[in-house]
């Protein structure tokens, strides 16, 4: 896995790799600044930030068929969430670029032959074209709803539009190829390993054949074999309810996927702490940050327009959703018991608000809330909580019953392959909210927005998702080990060191651990530098991989904003390991061994 050239896809020769690799300390600075030698040689990225290239080439081909020249193309997967971006760009741009944005939404065609697959599948595009000045602007939504197209569906519904069977949902149809086309579909609708489930392929009734003439049941089949042979949708559905049964902490087998009804009464003894948690109360998203902006658009719609309340250093994007959607937020970035005091007392005062977010624990720099005080505070003054359990994963903590919604991006440890994006929420079912959540839920979230064959993959990375936790979290205190060992290191930052421990204890599961992230910063510069240059890990964006990855997070993250970040304890040379599953002895040595170059050099390092 180490050694990756830069711009590389991580993991190697993966279509749809989440991370990509930024091996110097430098690379990272040329990331962040845009600078060429770094942009030009990037084969891909973190999806909400980089737009994956088979995203960028459907984008171009719409463009071409209904935009005009030189205009840019965001796509969604969904009619409603392009009005949404559109509404947001005409809130925060100036007149004249919001006056360029047009949209186009393409369906299946179904005035021609296709198969019950494609026509199951539902595939739809909505495409917002803005001008090149406005691109900032649409990035602005892309990149903090996470609502933007997944790679897969993007990949897939390029290759109907290309055969003509998507249409504009006006009639107008799509350009139809004059002659016969070869088929240049992604290969693995051609060919039967998937590395998903293998049911026999669909195929014509005889009945509805023999009701066919013979050029539409030719193309009929062919749209079988092209698009629909390995993407069955009878395991759609069961996919979707196996990794809701594994997010409730209910399903813990690694039992292959069938069709057939989960067990009764198996959700009754989850994990979660709450006996009358179902199925139907677990949300799936495309990815984590979908789950996050929809939900604080749910409280909006169920509660009113009021501002909420930022606990905690957060994960960037969070807080830009509370700052740019809806009134507002209050932000308190340290998560202290003094945050708490002040929150109270503002409370106290009369002052009223939406719904407190907070991470548990936070990232990067590993810090727990007080989950029970401010269950207390919630319920004394009338606001929800959403917790964001990502770094924590349910396998080591349950914060569900200090909780009104708990998110989760499924991206990262649930995952592990690094190959497939994805994120779920659960509503509280002893919510004082959760009615009026369930009810926002069924009219104002559009339906199946998470892409089937997102969803199998999703499902099959994550069949063995406890077993791989104990290592993890094994793995991640030996390396603690050697960097508290290490004079070299100004801090350490993990659940276990940090000094909200006691919190992190009230919440952790009997078998839990402290998880598999680690956050440290070096008495110098210079020594970070050389650490991260020699660390023989991979190396970029993205955590919970099943392989260990490094990254100078703070850099990554909030390259504008450093002095902001570093005056809530977020050090700009603050290196974050996500930790693998690597053998522990070799992993442990790589980390020694890259403190060893660091400890060489004398401190001092030459750009």
Known sequence: MPGFQLGEA??????????????????????????????????????????????????????AEFGSEGSKAFLFPARQIASRCVSFV?????????????????????????????????????????????????????????????????????????DGLLRRDD??????????????????????????????????????????????????????????????????????????????GALRTDRELTAAPPPEGEMASNSRGVVNLREHDIYLFPCGMSAIFNFHRALLGARGSMKSINLGFPYVDTLKILQKFGPG?????????????????????????????CEFPGNPLLTCPNLARIRQLADRHDFAVVVDETIGTFANINVLPFADVVVSSLTKIFSGDCNVMGGSAIVNPNSRYYAALREFARTGFEPDTYWPEDVMFMERNSRDFVSRIDRVNANAEAICGVFRD?????????????????NYEACKLPGGGYGGLVSVVFHSREQAIVFYDAVDTAKGPSLGTNFTL??????????????????????????RISVGLEETDNIVSVFKTALKAAEDSGGSHQE
């Not at 290239?53 to 463009?63: C, G, L, P, R």
């Not at 021609?112 to 074209?129: D, R």
């Open 171 to 248: 009639g107008v149809p799509t350009a139809v190829p004059s002659g016969p086309k070869p088929c240049k579909g992604p290969r693995r609708y051609q060919r039967l390993d998937s590395g998903m489930p293998t049911p026999s392929p669909n195929k014509l009734s005889p009945e509805r054949a023999a009701g066919l003439g013979p050029d539409v049941q030719e193309t009929s089949l062919f749209l079988e074999e092209r698009f629909g042979r390995n993407l069955d949708v009878s395991f759609v559905e069961p996919a979707k309810s196996a990794i809701k049964r594994r997010i409730a």
């Open 90 to 162: 005409e809130s925060i741009a100036p007149p004249e670029i919001a006056a360029s944005l047009d949209t186009v939404h393409l369906v299946l065609d179904t005035s021609k032959p296709t198969s019950e697959t494609l026509a199951s599948l539902s595939p739809s595009i909505s495409a917002v074209f803005c001008s090149p000045e406005g691109f900032p602007y649409l990035k602005q939504y892309w990149q903090h709803t996470g609502d933007g197209v997944s790679s897969r569906r993007a990949e897939f519904c390029h290759g109907l539009f290309r």
């Open 486 to 502: 290490s004079p070299l290191i100004k801090s350490l930052f993990y659940p276990k060191f940090n000094e909200s421990r006691p």
């Open 550 to 575: 490094t990254s100078p997070y703070v850099i990554l993250a909030y390259y504008q904003e450093l002095d902001w970040a570093a005056s809530f304890g977020a050090d700009p040379d603050m290196i």
């Open 329 to 357: 937020c209050v932000f308190y970035g340290h998560s202290s018991e003094a945050d708490l005091d002040h929150l109270e007392t503002r409370l106290e005062a009369g002052e009223r608000f939406l719904a407190l977010f």
């Open 10 to 63: 991580i993991p190697p020769d993966t279509a749809h790799a989440v991370s990509v690799s930024l091996p110097t300390w430098k690379a990272n600075i040329g990331y962040e600044e845009g600078q060429d030698w770094v942009i030009g040689r990037l084969t891909t990225g973190y999806p909400r930030f980089f737009i994956h290239k088979s995203i960028q080439s459907f984008a171009s081909d719409i463009v």
